[in-house]
């Protein structure tokens, strides 16, 4: 069974037990580019007040993906393991270093990067972004999916549209 069949048999089988009225679709795109719009969403389907959510809602993940022109950079699992007091000590010692470097020798400097990559190593992974044509293949994957979530649940066709969902 694929993701787009799993994920049409979980909508159904909550349509059959909760109704159709009680299943919400959020997009994380609404997440990121109108949090607002999102928060507010949030809000209105659980009753709260908008101050309630935003109060008690983390508005920055402190392990944000970085980016760069042809690949996302994320930590690798190993990472969120350590525990060791003297390695965090270590890096501790070697990121003041790296800084007092970065502010003597500037960002793009040979020994500004070795630091960063011994400060580094090991801790992160490079996943490539998906070329033009890899893009296109999700997408026909989701697109028969997504035109019948636009039915089903009457989702807005422009939207799903702009977010290229379709």
Do not use: C
Not at 33 to 61: C, D, Q, Y
Not at 100 to 105: D, E, G, L, R, S
Not at 117 to 127: V, Y
Not at 134 to 154: A, G, P, S
């Amino acid at each position: 069974m694929t993701f787009t069949e799993h994920l049409g048999l979980t909508l159904k089988t909550y349509s059959k037990h909760f109704g159709k009225d009680n299943i919400n679709i959020l997009f994380f795109e609404d997440f990121i580019n109108n949090r607002n719009f999102f928060l507010k969403e949030i809000g209105r389907l659980l009753s709260l007040k908008e101050k309630t959510i935003k109060r008690n809602f983390m508005w920055v993940h402190h392990k944000r993906k970085k980016k760069t022109s042809n690949a996302y950079i994320v930590e690798s699992p190993q990472n969120l393991k350590l525990l060791d007091l003297s390695y965090k000590i270590k890096i501790k010692t070697l990121k003041s270093l790296h800084n007092k470097i970065k502010q003597a020798y500037g960002e793009s400097n040979i020994i500004t990067s070795f630091f960063r990559k011994i400060i580094l190593r090991n801790r992160e992974i490079e996943i490539p972004q998906p070329t033009k044509k890899e893009k296109e293949i999700i997408l026909n994957i989701f697109r028969e999916n997504n035109l019948k979530l636009i039915e089903e649940f009457n989702l807005d066709k422009t939207k799903l549209h702009r977010y290229n969902y379709i």
